[in-house]
T-cell receptor, first 115, second 114 residues
Framework: DSGVTQTPKHLITATGQRVTLRCSPRSGDLSVYWYQQSLDQGLQFLIQYYNGEERAKGNILERFSAQQFPDLHSELNLSSLELGDSALYFC??????????????FGAGSRLTVL | DQQVKQNSPSLSVQEGRISILNCDYTNSMFDYFLWYKKYPAEGPTFLISISSIKDKNEDGRFTVFLNKSAKHLSLHIVPSQPGDSAVYFCAASGSGGGADGLTFGKGTHLIIQP
């Protein structure tokens, strides 16, 4: 158990629908990251939050949004779902060091299937 | 534009031998490089990292080498064990510490054969 909890583990839905993926970071970590892993692709960075505020944005579609709440848990909202959104979505957290390697701790992922 | 490249999708190595996984990068601003290991149905787990001011970092059976002029790094696993069979991701970040996320390669599937 990495300490990063993601729910749900699996989700099957239809095109056009909206889903919410939830992430609880490791205790003490202030920063949360969302990554998408599609078939044969690496981990694509979507978005980062630090202590409730958006810190960095990657290749996140406009149909996707995220937030980090005061208790530091985060949600990734995916709307108007398309077949191509089927992927593994990983949440990661870190202490967000001032300097040095930023070691991310990953959750087990949420597998989204859009039919 | 892929800034971190792992050109070998898979690698098969005999148990007990050395496994060498390679990674190339294009962004000269990267300051830290990390390797992650991923088993099926699990999230990636951190293995080892190296700063750009070093050329080698060792942790038990795992050694990472960095050739900054060639923008190339490699992970050596000696000796390879069956439990090492997994997908290995190379990742890189700038010097901004927590302000920087990680940029990942597509991964190399390492298969350790008995």
């Amino acid at each position: 158990d990495s300490g990063v909890t993601q729910t749900p583990k699996h989700l099957i839905t239809a095109t056009g629908q909206r889903v919410t993926l939830r992430c609880s970071p490791r205790s003490g970590d202030l920063s949360v990251y969302w990554y998408q892993q599609s078939l044969d692709q690496g981990l694509q960075f979507l978005i980062q939050y630090y202590n409730g505020e958006e810190r960095a944005k990657g290749n996140i579609l406009e149909r996707f949004s995220a937030q980090q709440f005061p208790d530091l848990h985060s949600e990734l909202n995916l709307s108007s779902l398309e077949l191509g959104d089927s992927a593994l979505y990983f949440c990661a957290s870190s202490v967000a060091p001032v300097s040095g390697a930023n070691v991310l701790t990953f959750g087990a992922g949420s597998r989204l299937t859009v039919l | 534009d892929q800034q971190v490249k792992q050109n070998s999708p898979s690698l098969s190595v005999q148990e007990g031998r050395i496994s060498i996984l390679n990674c190339d990068y294009t962004n000269s601003m990267f300051d830290y490089f990390l390797w992650y290991k991923k088993y099926p149905a699990e999230g990636p787990t951190f293995l080892i990292s190296i700063s750009s001011i070093k050329d080698k970092n060792e942790d038990g059976r795992f050694t990472v080498f960095l050739n900054k002029s060639a923008k190339h790094l490699s992970l050596h696993i000696v000796p390879s064990q069956p439990g090492d069979s997994a997908v290995y991701f190379c990742a890189a970040s700038g010097s901004g510490g927590g302000a920087d996320g990680l940029t990942f390669g597509k991964g190399t599937h390492l298969i350790i054969q008995p």
